[in-house]
Nanobody, 120 residues
Framework: QVQLVESGGGLVQPGGSLRLSCAAS????????MAWYRQPPGEQRELVAS???????DYADSVKGRFTISRDNAKNTVYLEMNSLKPEDTAVYYC??????????????WGQGTQVTVSS
């Protein structure tokens, strides 16, 4: 019953910006870490950014200084603000969250992914 739904992807020119959102819904007791991954065409999925429940963040070197991850715990939502976009950022972006549907244990959930294309 737990679902993650991404939104905000699309086509953007180099140097442009996009803001991705990912909302968790369903039976949720608590949400711990949340993260954004991406998978460029023909390449493996890689971690882009992560954020703890308390707001601590980590970024891949390739996006440091350009991307910002944030979350709204009241809305069960994680965001990724992407600035100064490059063609190399083109990928399917996936959100991931460590969620406890009950007090027993947590599971990692994945969204369906949203396409980001950076091209002139």
């Amino acid at each position: 019953q737990v679902q993650l739904v991404e939104s905000g992807g699309g086509l953007v020119q180099p140097g442009g910006s996009l803001r991705l959102s990912c909302a968790a819904s369903g039976t949720i007791f608590s949400i711990n870490d949340m993260a954004w991954y991406r998978q460029p065409p023909g390449e493996q999925r890689e971690l882009v950014a992560s954020i703890t429940r308390g707001g601590g963040t980590d970024y891949a070197d390739s996006v440091k200084g350009r991307f910002t991850i944030s979350r709204d715990n009241a809305k069960n939502t994680v965001y990724l603000e992407m600035n100064s976009l490059k063609p190399e950022d083109t990928a399917v972006y996936y959100c991931n969250a460590d969620i406890a549907p009950t007090r027993l244990r947590t599971y990692y959930y994945w969204g369906q992914g949203t396409q980001v294309t950076v091209s002139s």
